[in-house]
């Protein structure tokens, strides 16, 4: 069920951001719907959405339409009003096949988005986390959508520091990284953006099976990072980078702090990541980690 209403908030929300119907349902990955048009059927039947859709036919029209109202209809449309009904069916059938797709929010849809509105914050920062999970704790919160999520973040960080789950900490520092984004807070975005680099390089624990998959310096991260000093001017990159590297108490040092930032300078302006990565694998963590 939390799937579905997962599902169900992207194609309402996106069409109560202006992009049309054919549109959102080409792009989505209708996993607890069969189809796309199972998907529509759904939100139709549950009044989510109202107005002319699905395939129209001559029979479906007929069975629609009084003769009054199918002459009214072409009328409107400036076309010939005279005829037996099933010469205004064919008539009409091309207008009503052309907008087919017409479906309008209902004021329950609406209320839906406003009630979930937690969603769109999930599907821009937290994916990488149980869906189910996050509505959990949306549910005992008492903050707003923000604060709840910089929480949720926050309990993470904890528990996969006390667990040593260095991949799960590593995610959680993008996701609250993405939740400032999300806030338009961009110099917090790049400060634990920063972070998420500086301990990428310098892992606070690191097993074999992790390490055997494991990318150093993570290119997402890097694109992230490369963006927003690329529009906003923060000042002094080395300063800022010198703070956060205090602020994470890098005491397990693997990549010293003055190579970690000439290599941080060198994969912003463009360098090679996979040449980056093998070069740090060969140097340092390959001795210290006994690969």
């Not at 072409?74 to 059938?93: A, T």
């Not at 920063?194 to 993570?218: F, S």
């Amino acid at each position: 069920m939390s799937e579905q209403k997962l599902e169900v908030f992207n194609v309402l929300n996106f069409l109560n951001s202006g992009y049309e119907l054919d549109d959102i349902l080409k792009q989505g990955n209708f996993g607890t719907f069969p189809s796309a048009e199972d998907c529509i059927s759904y939100l139709v039947e549950n009044g989510y959405l109202a107005g002319e859709g699905g395939n129209v036919t001559a029979e479906s029209i007929s069975k629609k339409y009084t003769v009054a109202q199918l002459k009214e209809l072409l009328k409107e449309n400036g076309l010939k009003v005279s005829g037996k009904k099933q010469e205004l069916v064919e008539r009409i059938l091309p207008v009503l096949s052309e907008n087919s797709g017409d479906y309008e929010l209902t004021d329950k849809a609406k209320e839906f988005i406003e009630e979930n509105s937690w969603i769109d914050l999930y599907m821009f920062a937290l994916v990488a986390f149980r869906f189910e999970d996050y509505e959990t704790y949306v549910k005992t919160s008492s903050e707003d959508d923000v604060k709840t999520a910089l929480n949720f973040c926050d309990e993470i960080i904890s528990r996969a520091l006390m667990a040593n789950q260095f991949l799960v900490f590593i995610d959680a520092l993008s996701a609250k990284a993405h939740v400032y984004a999300y806030d338009r807070d961009y110099e917090s975005f790049l400060d634990y953006d920063l972070q998420r680099y500086i301990l990428g390089l310098n892992p606070i624990v690191m097993d074999a099976q992790t390490y055997a998959t494991y990318d150093i310096i993570n290119e997402a991260n890097i694109i992230n990072l490369r963006n927003v000093l690329a529009k906003f001017d923060f000042g002094s990159l080395k300063k800022r980078f010198d703070k956060i590297w205090a602020k994470s108490h890098v005491t397990n040092i693997t990549v010293p702090k003055k190579t970690s930032y000439k290599i941080l300078q060198k994969a912003i302006s463009g360098a090679d990541l996979d040449e980056l990565n093998f070069d740090l694998k060969e140097k340092y963590f390959n001795k210290k980690f006994g690969i």
